[in-house]
């Protein structure tokens, strides 16, 4: 009791847990940040993960190797299972090539998809997105992982915030599948009787839930890799304008819910599209050059003085 109360009295803390931010192919820069705060002899007490950040947080949770836990990602987004999300968005980038055929080819896609929008929930397989978090992080329980895990989640149709944890006695690939369950993308999944969508809808940034994990001794430490409007890009169309709408209400958050950590890693990675995973090395050495740039930081909170 001495021992805390001297790490209470100097400001200092004695841990810290981690708040795993959601972003899709962003949140790939949480892999290079786990693999820097490794390397400098640090681990998480807890971990609390938001939709990419809760499939990437309990693959670590589950086998606290960082470079495994890379190796096993990268290897796993090569699998035809990763392929079968087959999300089909429209890229401005379509609807500007001049081709007649490119144009052609937009305008059908464009047709398909409003056709799908207004006859069904969701736009994208939702089974394969439940086969991607059993790709990733196996039949685990939250009882058998080595780092305790938190996964947010939204309960639908109610709205209320969820978190998962060992005490919530479900398959942890479920859950996870749950927080990454976009609405309009995926269908809501089912977990313990009740549907749920991804925790971002309410939180892209966990690090309130974190500090309601944390105790008063551990620092909330919070891996921010949301994105921000482009400003070289206006949307053309109802899908770009909600998309827009959608980003800045999340950059707001986002920005909100920073207050509510002791350290905020920010890696580069604001103008890469969610849905784009297809430079993964770069994200994740971007979250490694953020890392490094705030270990001094992290490390002066952390040391008894």
């Known amino acids: 009791m001495k021992l805390l109360d001297h790490i209470l009295r100097r ?3 004695s841990g810290f847990v981690l708040a795993l931010g959601g972003g899709g192919g962003r949140g790939l820069a949480h892999l290079g940040v786990l693999e820097v705060i490794e390397e400098h ?3 998480p007490d807890a971990i609390v993960g938001c939709s990419i950040g809760s499939l990437f947080g309990a693959m670590y949770a589950i086998e606290p190797d960082a470079k495994a836990v890379i190796k096993r990602a990268l290897d796993i987004m090569e699998h035809e299972s990763f392929a079968r999300l087959s999300l089909p968005l429209l890229d401005e980038e379509e609807v500007q090539d001049q081709g007649w055929l490119s144009r052609l080819a937009a305008a059908a896609k464009q047709s398909i998809l409003l056709t799908r929008a207004a006859t069904d929930s969701a736009l994208a397989d939702t089974d394969a997105l439940i086969d991607i978090a059993f790709s990733f992080c196996g039949g685990e329980s939250f009882d058998e992982v080595k780092i ?3 996964v947010t989640a939204v309960e639908f149709p109610s709205g209320e915030c969820h978190l998962f944890s060992a005490d919530s006695n479900v398959k942890l ?8 369950a976009i609405p309009g993308i995926f269908d809501p999944v089912l977990v313990g009787g009740n549907k749920y969508v991804d ?3 309410s939180s892209d940034l966990p690090s309130i839930e974190a500090q309601m994990v ?3 001794d551990q620092l909330v430490v919070a891996v921010n890799v949301g994105s921000r409007p482009r400003l070289d890009l206006e949307p053309n169309n109802v899908y770009g ?3 827009w709408s959608t980003q800045v209400k999340s950059f707001h958050l986002r920005k909100a819910n920073r207050h509510h950590a002791d350290v905020v890693i920010e890696p580069l990675v604001g103008f890469t599209q969610w849905h784009d995973f297809s430079n993964p090395e770069q994200e994740i050495d971007r979250g ?3 890392a490094y740039e705030l270990m001094p930081e992290l490390i002066d909170k952390l040391r008894l003085q």
């Open 11 to 13: 400001g200092k803390k």
């Open 41 to 43: 002899g640090l681990r």
């Open 148 to 150: 305790p895990l938190y």
């Open 173 to 180: 690939p479920c859950a996870i599948a749950a927080s990454m």
């Open 199 to 201: 925790g971002g809808v």
């Open 214 to 216: 944390a105790r008063a």
């Open 241 to 243: 304008m909600l998309d």
């Open 288 to 290: 490694r050059q953020a």
